[in-house]
């Protein structure tokens, strides 16, 4: 990393870690958001002119802007950014980097790399070396305990960090340095592959998509792997309430998470445990699900990165809100849940009428956990009326228990009950993403509702929860 990297890393460092979010960061929520307007109200003004797409749009507030989603941003890729590279030629150099598992090549000194995706086009993102060094200043404020960072800064004791993830990217590996010792361990080889390694490298760090820590936590609690990582931090998936329990069972302490794809650093769990968007950097308008106000599709303004623009980019997430304040006092929207994708939704008909309600996955997870605690894995596959599922259980009574907990928390909505068709479980390779639920198609009724979200439309394509 040049001098003017590492001085620009540990400048957002500080920033981010001092002066944005400790004792004199914001107080009120309403700081927050008058600060933010005037960062975004500079963005709109130094990059609309700079952008050939938004060039009929110069002079407009955010809300006065286009609503953006994958493939509106795939199909302009080239005029939504400002270093002249095509959608075609960005591609290539990242599907080039994927075949060889060589990251450390640039695009004119850019650095790209693809989404994660299982369905649909994937999503590319594109930093300068700016942005990579402001981003890893960023993410180490957020995540590096006060302790180690003591043992970086008097360079006392190396900070180690393991990281599983189907590629790696020059971004991530811009945190390696003397004092960091930064393993990426590949997940097209599988998990096993790395487990000597792992141990070898003991990381005080340790991060992974949620079911591979899973993979890692059960090995250590059946004596097979030693590692003590002082911290874990869950990426890339939703993270199940099973998996949960298990991690912190063999790690200890609190399942950190990242929020984080190719259109931000969206939010980073709390010294609390409580997920936070990272508002400081990015703006995320609400568009609500229900009447309450508990549940929201987000819609990303980053006005911190300019090379790549992401305004009001509609994700196809689903984040349920905290109902109480968080107790570390931060003023950044504290949420409950990343529950999954709009297509995780499932919908049933009400037994009075055809009208449709949506069943969010996070009532659906909570249905199966708390009817039976040692659950097995499973995957739940919604077609029309039928709900297709599979267990990770040869115990016809594992499955029976699955079909009753659903019908009950139909039930108790007042919706018919679904049919219940068997599905082979098949477990995807560790480089996949893991989706347990799923809509492949809502029941097909008289009258569809006209839904808040996209979700048979963004069924189709593919929006990342994930690092890249
Ligand atoms: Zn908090």
Redesign the pocket.
């Known amino acids: 990393m040049k001098f003017s990297e590492l001085a620009r890393l540990g400048y957002h460092f500080a920033r981010t870690r001092w002066l944005l979010s400790g004792r004199a960061g914001f107080r009120t929520r309403a700081q927050l958001q008058a600060w933010q307007a005037k960062k975004i109200a500079s963005f709109l003004k130094h990059e609309l002119p700079r952008t050939a797409y938004y060039q009929q749009h110069v002079g407009k507030s955010l809300a006065q802007l286009p609503l953006m989603d994958k493939t509106v941003t795939l199909e302009n890729f080239a005029q939504l950014n400002s270093a002249g590279i095509s959608l075609a030629t960005a591609t290539e150099a990242a599907l080039r980097s994927e075949a060889s598992r060589d990251f450390k090549p640039d695009l004119h000194g850019y650095t790209v790399g693809l989404s994660s995706g299982t369905m649909g086009p994937r999503g590319v993102f594109l930093t300068s070396p700016a942005e990579s060094a402001t981003w890893a200043g960023i993410i180490m404020a957020r995540t590096l305990p006060s302790d180690m960072l003591r043992d970086l800064l008097t360079g006392r004791k190396q900070v180690k960090i393991g990281f599983f993830l189907r590629a790696n990217s020059s971004l991530y590996t811009t945190l390696g340095s003397k004092r960091i010792d930064f393993t990426f361990y590949d997940l097209f080889q599988g998990v096993d592959a790395h487990l000597a390694a792992l141990e070898k490298q003991a990381p005080d760090i340790l991060v992974a998509p949620a079911h591979v820590l899973s993979q890692l936590a059960q090995l250590k609690l059946t004596g097979m792997l030693h590692i003590a990582p002082r911290k874990v931090i869950s990426v890339a998936e939703v993270l199940e309430v099973d998996d949960k329990a298990r991690i912190a069972a063999a790690f200890g302490g609190i399942v950190h998470q990242l929020y984080q794809c190719t259109e931000g650093f969206l939010g980073y769990t ?3 445990g ?1 997920m ?1 968007l990272n508002e400081e950097f990015v703006h995320i308008e609400p568009e609500w699900l229900d009447e309450e106000h508990s549940r929201f599709v987000p819609v990303v303004t980053d006005f911190t990165r300019t090379t790549q623009k992401i305004i009001r980019y509609r994700l196809n997430d689903v984040l349920r809100v905290r109902d109480t304040p ?3 006092g ?1 003023v950044s929207l ?1 949420l409950a849940a990343v529950e999954g994708r709009c297509d995780d939704i499932l919908w049933l008909p009400k037994k009075s009428t055809t009208e449709l309600v949506a069943i969010y996955p996070d009532m659906l997870r909570h249905a199966i956990t708390i009817f039976r605690k040692a659950l097995p894995d499973y995957r739940i596959e919604q077609h029309g009326t039928s709900l297709h599922i599979a267990v990770n259980d040869v115990q016809p009574q594992t499955r029976q228990d699955m079909y009753a907990a659903i019908a009950a928390l139909a039930e108790r909505l007042g919706l018919q009950a679904p049919d219940f068709v068997h599905m082979p479980f098949v477990r995807e390779d560790a480089t996949k993403k893991r989706r347990r639920i799923m809509c492949v198609t809502r029941p097909c009724l008289v009258a569809l509702p006209k839904l808040p979200v996209q979700a048979e439309q963004d069924g189709k394509r593919n929006e990342e929860l994930s690092l890249a």
């Open positions: 709390c010294e609390h409580v936070h968080c107790p570390c931060r504290a």
